[in-house]
């Protein structure tokens, strides 16, 4: 999974701004379709692709995931762009999304299948590719269609798909954990396949007209561009850190729920996931929410953003300290709460230090390698650690380690409070 590619808006029309039809009726679905995109990702990501990866080989699952993940996100941050691009050559966005969700149902089928890790990784691969194609398009929805007024509520309405799309996806695959995930990648597949059709079917669109084309060596120039300004660069930092130091520990839940916490007789380890990541997603909500307006309010962001990073080192820490079902609820509740606080504030801050308003698009854009860059080394970097820094407890702990410096990386920006 890689983050939405941010898109400079086109210029507005009439048919941009009526999007073919009611403007609530499109955010609607537009929350509906990405509620079933994040469905895909976790649930594949979260539950059954660490139990597929685990039956083929028990005794290295912890290093095999790494190596899955890894180069299934190397392959989501290269075709994310690219898909990006092709839509926009094209001037429309629902054939995409039709054709990219249609085809996630096959390629999911498809993984579902695979018997060996090198199919698996290839499977991943295509499901990420055909997902990015569908996700590419339908993040382009907002700017195309949506009137500048209305861009916060659209904004919102996409926001809440994250931790819906959580709690139903990871649900409905636990529920297909042990025996039945190739249904289970069937029944996400049907899912995205469905809201597809759905989306298209009831939000028409007219033809845009084409843009132009942004080259590789344009966008390597600003990469390096905007990382020139201090403030930035730091922000920047801070985001990649906080990322990384998330993503190590939440893509071997699964794992960490097996070998490592002693559960109760009666909940099982996909069980125990279908709890937790509600748990999580609706403290990540709540938290996204409340610490807007609070430092809105406050009128000050490092703060908040400093104790979101140093109040998830200290959830990470608490399975370490209490390898129990107890301590796994207390590990959602503090990590959802502070990773929530912590995107809503630090996305605040990084529109205060952009290098240039003429280039905020650009500038955006740059930072989602902060969103993607750890997916790709987080895998990796992590089953080094469960490997030879102590296990399930090295793993916590690094990524309680690399949250703090995330929480100083923050002190150093002078343009912001």
């Not at 509520?153 to 798909?161: E, F, K, P, R, T």
Request: hydrophobic residues 55%; aromatic residues 6%; contains cysteine.
């Amino acid at each position: 999974m890689s983050r939405p590619e941010i898109q400079t808006p086109p210029q507005e029309t009439p048919a941009a701004r009526s999007g073919g039809g009611p403007l609530a009726r499109l955010l609607v679905l537009l929350a509906v379709g990405n509620t079933a995109m994040f469905m895909v990702y976790m649930g594949v990501g979260q539950v059954l692709l660490p139990v597929q990866v685990e039956l083929l080989d028990p005794a290295d699952k912890v290093a095999n995931l790494g190596l899955v993940s890894g180069v299934s996100a190397v392959f989501a941050t290269l075709f994310n762009p690219l898909a990006g691009l092709l839509s926009d050559r094209s001037g429309r966005r629902n054939p995409w999304i039709l054709g990219g969700g249609l085809a996630a149902l096959d390629a999911l089928a498809l993984l579902g299948a695979m018997r060996t890790l090198l199919l698996v990784t290839i499977g991943w691969c295509l499901v990420q590719a055909m997902m990015n194609i569908y996700q590419a398009a339908i993040t382009a929805v907002v700017p195309d269609r949506v009137p500048v007024e209305r861009r916060g509520l659209a904004s919102a309405m996409v926001g809440i798909g994250t931790p819906l799309g959580v709690i139903a996806g990871v649900t409905l695959a636990a529920a297909f954990v042990p025996d039945g995930i190739r249904t289970g990648y069937l029944a996400l597949g049907a899912v995205i396949a469905v809201v597809a059709v759905l989306f298209t079917a009831l939000v028409r669109e007219q033809r845009l007209p084409a843009r132009e084309a942004v080259p590789l060596s344009r966008q390597l120039a600003a990469f390096g561009t905007a990382l020139r300004a201090g403030d930035f660069r730091w922000a920047f930092t801070g985001r990649f850190l906080m990322m990384l130091g998330y993503f190590m520990v939440t893509l071997f839940q699964l794992y960490v729920l097996q070998d490592h916490v002693s559960l109760p007789a009666e909940v099982g380890p996909a069980a125990a996931m279908a709890v937790l990541s509600p748990v999580n997603a609706v403290c990540m909500l709540l938290a996204t929410v409340v610490g807007g307006l609070l430092s809105d309010r406050i009128g000050r962001r490092k703060p908040f953003i400093a104790v979101s990073c140093v109040l998830t080192a200290i959830g990470m820490l608490i399975p370490v300290a209490s390898p129990t079902w107890t301590g796994m609820i207390a590990f959602a509740i503090v990590t959802g709460l502070s990773f929530g606080c912590f995107m809503a504030v630090d996305t605040a801050l990084v529109t205060l230090v952009l290098p240039s308003a003429d280039d905020a698009a650009r500038d955006l854009g740059v930072l989602n390698i902060a969103n993607a860059g750890p997916q790709i080394i987080g895998p990796f970097l992590a089953s080094l650690v469960v490997a030879s820094l102590g296990g399930y407890d090295g793993l916590f702990a690094a990524g309680a380690l690399i949250t703090v410096v995330g929480a100083l990386s923050v002190v150093p920006i002078r343009g912001v409070r």
